[in-house]
């Protein structure tokens, strides 16, 4: 945070701008292919190796019920830290950092439009868009993701 604004990246599902908490990003990684895992949940496009780790990616548009994208040499994995873990999200293209000062937030409406409000944080209105702010502490917990990865890696310490 600076000087009491709050630093969100923003990125683009489909024509929707997100943003996550520049604080939770650890880096943004060119798409390379995530290695599938057997009995994976959909929304899970597999794992990639990061720094001798293995990081699960989330699929964000089949974790929010979206039309799947083709990827893009825009397409990026955002690999953020939650707790002691990565957590790799993939999504159609970095927009830029925004600067959100006090009274920009507004707390979510009980509907919005393709998105699951439960993972959302609140929207912050600029000039020239609406930003659907994204906890990702909750999107990870909500989804599984941490569970979906250790029992993958039981099955192939199995193996």
């Known amino acids: 945070m600076i000087d009491g604004l709050r630093q969100l990246l923003t990125f683009r599902l489909s024509e929707e701008s997100y943003g996550i908490s520049l604080d939770a990003v ?10 599938k895992l057997r009995s994976a949940p959909t929304y899970m496009s597999g794992v990639i190796e990061l720094r001798g780790a293995m990081v ?15 990827i893009t040499n825009q ?17 159609d ?15 979510v409406p009980g509907m919005v439009h393709l998105v699951d409000t439960m993972c959302l944080q609140s929207i912050v209105a600029t000039n020239d868009r ?15 993701v941490l569970t979906a990865l250790t029992k993958a890696h039981d099955q192939l310490e199995a193996a």
Not at 58 to 70: K, N, T, Y
């Open 26 to 35: 650890q880096e943004i990684r060119s798409y390379t292919e995530p290695t």
């Open 75 to 91: 397409s990026v994995i955002v690999v953020l830290l939650v707790g002691d873990r990565n957590v790799g999200l993939l999504i």
């Open 93 to 107: 293209q970095v927009d830029d950092v925004a600067d959100v000062g006090p009274g920009q937030e507004r707390a």
């Open 130 to 144: 609406m930003i659907l702010v994204v906890d990702h502490l909750r999107l990870v917990e909500k989804l599984g």
């Open 56 to 70: 699960p990616v989330v699929d964000l548009r089949a974790a929010f019920s979206m039309r799947p994208a083709r």
